[in-house]
């Protein structure tokens, strides 16, 4: 019987292995993976009084990734 893997797993791996990993950074326009403060900023903006117009928004935090996709990027 094969063990279950969790998707967040599988990322680990991904993470840990040096070679996938620079592969993946490669397709993403700035050429970096983000950094923690990165993501947290906009988290910080989310909730306060800044943004409280915003409603139903989808944000990625991608270094251009998503704006590539089906580019042959």
């Given at each position: 019987m094969t063990a279950h893997r969790s998707p967040l797993s599988l990322t680990q791996e991904?993470?840990?292995d040096p070679e996938y990993r620079e592969k993946e950074v490669q397709s993403i326009p700035w050429k970096r993976a983000a950094e923690p403060w990165e993501i947290a900023?906009?988290?910080?903006?989310l909730v306060s009084e800044e943004a409280d117009y915003v409603t139903g928004q989808t944000f990625f935090i991608d270094?251009?990734?998503?704006?590539?996709?089906?580019?042959?990027a």
């Open positions: 991904a993470i840990d900023r906009l988290a910080v903006h270094g251009g990734l998503m704006m590539n996709q089906g580019q042959g």
